[in-house]
């Protein structure tokens, strides 16, 4: 019994932190390792240990003995009986099952099981995973063959059942593409990878035999997509790179060609305008699961094979949709990269991702990267508003999601966003919100300019490199803007409105804010909420992804003003 610790740790895992103790902020930043937060009610934070987030912190190089430790050295009144051998057990069935190749056989693999005991387990799990008579051979009882072609669908199987697969099978070079990065950039700056960009491209390459799948994790601003070129420059080799939206396929092309020496007739634009497949493509995920009817296949998914691609990088990959899944399954010995901010899913396919795309590989906590300059200092407010009376008696009235959306479309938010402009007036502010008419209604009464999802393509770049360049210091923009757009210059963020409890899209919208301020000042996110409301309710759900990376949000309510 440790009566100082900062945590209680309970039998089914769940892990209570306590807010006020001295220990507290070293105590999230262990647990971030190997727990999710859950939920942050006044005086203790939940986390939750499961063995996806075991398994993903045994992948970062994390041991049963060294999570046990640290526990034990938090916990108040020490670890329940049990607690150890569940933790001991999810850690160590990572790397009890190996994939390797067939020597001389390619159209073969081979599953080795490592354990400990459970003779006969190789026998139940290929019976489980309903394979064809015919198709497997289980040489003794720790070995395996099955299909190659059957790699995807074994590991995504095996991860549901409690087994995540160490795949050592290999990967091909596909068709070689000698490039390398610019010393300096067309404005003169000497360009060269950050320390972190450089321990994650490492962390993904691995060894030379066997690096080359799994997720890297970076807050936005903190550089993903250098990342992605350092993988391509690392294994030289054609790169078909997913994205998710045709702002982001341009800002890829970009990067692109400002940053490495590939000329421009070698880099390609597949999407609704442009159909290019070249030795480096760029899409997106819409274009790939478009389809005219719900009983055709999907056209565009073709574009996995349409040349020898040594690298597949997954841009926003807490996005990837089913249909994209099923295609990875497909492809397995092509080297896959995630990048993304959060591994949150809001459809709780995180299991899909670390099984189909690879385990995390490297990430950094966000307050980190701030304390080193990487990105901006953030300052998070809620600012909980009433709502004028009839509004109030609608909502009383109202039921389910009509309750949430009349809460988010409180007209008396429009007053306070004048408000918090005037505070910040000189700085890029982004309006960011949910509901179509809320935005426009806004933009309406301030003047200013509003980017949605029918806003036409060429209009949304317009309008958004005039708010890079200074031109227009206000923008509304709604949900088209929560992923992969590059605006540099954005200080702060006024959130109107969100989708239900989404902690992934939380850690988006503050994205848009995180890059480093010329003048090196901070960045202010705010979130105006209606008081006493479901809004309110799921508002604090959704804050949970950043309170857990190290941010407060700070709450003010109307009554108490918010000045300029």
């Excluded at 100082?4 to 390792?33: M, N, W, Y």
């Excluded at 995973?129 to 059957?150: M, Q, Y």
């Excluded at 896959?336 to 189909?356: K, N, P, Q």
Aim: aromatic fraction near 8%.
């Amino acid at each position: 019994m440790n009566e100082t610790g900062a945590c209680i740790v309970q039998r089914d895992l769940t892990v209570l932190l306590e807010k006020e103790h001295p220990g507290f902020e070293t105590a999230r930043e262990q647990l971030s390792h190997y727990a999710e937060l859950v939920k942050s009610p006044a005086y203790y934070h939940t986390y939750r240990i499961t063995p996806l987030t075991l398994w993903h912190a045994a992948s970062c190089g994390f041991t049963a003995d060294g999570v046990l430790e640290e526990l034990t050295s938090m916990a108040r009144y020490g670890l329940p009986s049990g607690a150890a051998e569940d933790i001991r057990r999810w850690i160590d069935r990572y790397g009890q099952f190996k994939l390797r190749p067939v020597p001389g056989e390619p159209e073969q693999l081979e599953l080795e099981y490592n354990g400990a005991g459970e003779f006969g387990l190789l026998e139940r799990v290929a019976a489980q995973l309903v394979l064809p008579a015919g198709t497997w051979n289980l040489t003794d009882e720790r070995h395996l063959r099955l299909p190659a072609s059957k790699r995807g669908y074994l590991k995504q199987e095996l991860a549901r059942l409690g087994y995540p697969v160490l795949d050592e099978a290999g990967y091909h070079q596909g068709r070689t593409l000698e490039f390398a990065f610019r010393q300096e950039l067309a404005e003169g700056r000497p360009f060269r990878l950050r320390p972190y960009q450089q321990e994650a491209v490492s962390a993904f390459a691995g060894k030379a035999d066997d690096g080359g799948s799994g997720v890297v994790v970076l807050p936005c601003g903190a550089g993903k997509t250098v990342v992605g070129l350092a993988a391509m420059e690392q294994f030289q080799c054609e790169t078909l790179i997913l994205t998710s939206n045709v702002t982001s396929v341009r800002q890829w092309i970009s990067e692109l060609t400002s940053k490495t020496t590939l000329p421009a007739e070698a880099i390609g634009e597949y999407s609704g305008e442009k159909k290019q497949v070249k030795p480096v493509t760029v899409s997106t995920y819409q274009i790939l699961t478009h389809r005219t009817r719900k009983e055709e296949g999907f056209k565009h998914m073709s574009l996995f094979n349409e040349r020898d691609w040594g690298l597949i990088i997954y841009d926003e990959v807490h996005l990837l949709p089913a249909p994209i899944f099923r295609a990875t399954a497909d492809i397995q010995a092509t080297r896959r990269l995630g990048l993304t901010a959060t591994l949150i899913r809001e459809d709780g396919c995180e299991r899909d991702v670390f099984s189909l795309i690879g385990p995390k590989r490297y990430d950094v906590p966000w307050r980190t990267l701030e304390e080193s300059g990487f990105i901006a200092q953030v300052d998070c407010q809620e600012i909980r508003v009433s709502m004028p009376e009839p509004h109030l008696d609608r909502y009383v009235m109202a039921e389910g999601r009509e309750k949430f959306r009349i809460a988010a479309e409180n007209p008396y938010k429009n007053e306070i966003v004048r408000r918090l402009l005037d505070r910040h007036r000189g700085r890029q502010v982004l309006i960011i919100g949910q509901y179509l008419d809320q935005l426009q209604s806004i933009a309406r009464d301030l003047q200013v300019p509003l980017i949605t999802g029918s806003t036409p393509q060429a209009e949304r770049g317009r309008l958004f490199q005039a708010f890079r360049e200074g031109e227009l210091p206000v923008l509304a923009v709604s949900k088209v803007a929560n992923f992969a757009v590059d605006l540099p210059d954005a200080s702060v963020a006024i959130q109107i409105s969100g989708s239900f409890g989404s902690r992934q899209e939380e850690a988006q919208r503050l994205g848009r804010i995180l890059r480093p301020k010329r003048d090196g000042g901070r960045a202010y996110f705010y979130t105006i909420v209606s008081e006493n409301t479901r809004e309110q309710e799921f508002a604090l759900r959704r804050q949970l992804f950043l309170l857990e990376q190290g941010y407060e949000y700070a709450v003010q309510r109307e009554s108490e003003g918010v000045e300029a």
